[in-house]
T-cell receptor
């Protein structure tokens, strides 16, 4: 069993739809990252959070430490949001454990 | 402030050969972590270096080794390459004691 589980694995949405990607983890963490990976491989860190909620533009990330669960929301989705979204948790040993990612495709 | 850079971007090697991948940390960072990402999978932790010493290792065999230099840049060396070593290799730098890892663009290694 992976330390980090994401759902769904694949997601196709129409432009403008509200999108939610979920992440559950089973280890103790000091922080959780939401990452975006475009074709070609480069990874961009979207959020790092250890409690509550963060918002950046159309992106919102929430975390519930007690339930060991985080969600990434995208409002008014756009084709340029198409990418793989990866949840990764940072342990006390400063190691990152990654989910397998959610492949999002937004259709115009 | 410069970001994390990796070289080369792409590399093709033959089974049994050796390879060295390089990573330059973000300015001011003293910790480098290396990850292997197989096609369709999430990245897997290989090891981490802090102040030129290995500071944690994932489930990778000894033929995966690394170095960190006084300027905090780093190398990942893989000996006796196997076909399954084909993957995207990512490095990420951070400052020990502060959260946040910053990723490089990755090196895509193909072993034939």
């Amino acid at each position: 069993k992976n330390e980090v589980e994401q759902s769904p694995q694949n997601l196709t949405a129409q432009e403008g739809e509200f999108i939610t990607i979920n992440c559950s983890y089973s280890v103790g963490i000091s922080a959780l990252h939401w990452l975006q990976q475009h074709p070609g491989g480069g990874i961009v860190s979207l959020f790092m959070l250890s409690s509550g909620k963060k918002k950046h533009g159309r992106l919102i990330a929430t975390i519930n430490i007690q339930e060991k669960h985080s969600s990434l929301h995208i409002t008014a989705s756009h084709p340029r949001d198409s990418a793989v979204y990866i949840c990764a948790v940072l342990t006390g040993a400063n190691n990152l454990f990654f989910g397998t990612g959610t492949r999002l495709t937004v259709i115009p | 402030e410069t970001g994390v850079t990796q070289s080369p971007t792409h590399l093709i090697k033959t089974r049994g050969q050796q390879v060295t991948l390089r990573c330059s940390s973000q300015s001011g960072h003293n910790t480098v972590s290396w990850y292997q990402q197989a096609l369709g999978q999430g990245p897997q932790f290989i090891f981490q270096y802090y102040r030129e010493e290995e500071n944690g290792r994932g489930n990778f065999p000894p033929r995966f080794s690394g170095l960190q230099f006084p300027n905090y840049s780093s190398e990942l060396n893989v000996n006796a390459l196997e076909l399954d070593d084909s993957a995207l290799y990512l490095c990420a730098s951070s400052f020990r004691g502060r959260e946040g890892q910053y990723f490089g663009p990755g090196t895509r290694l193909t072993v034939t």
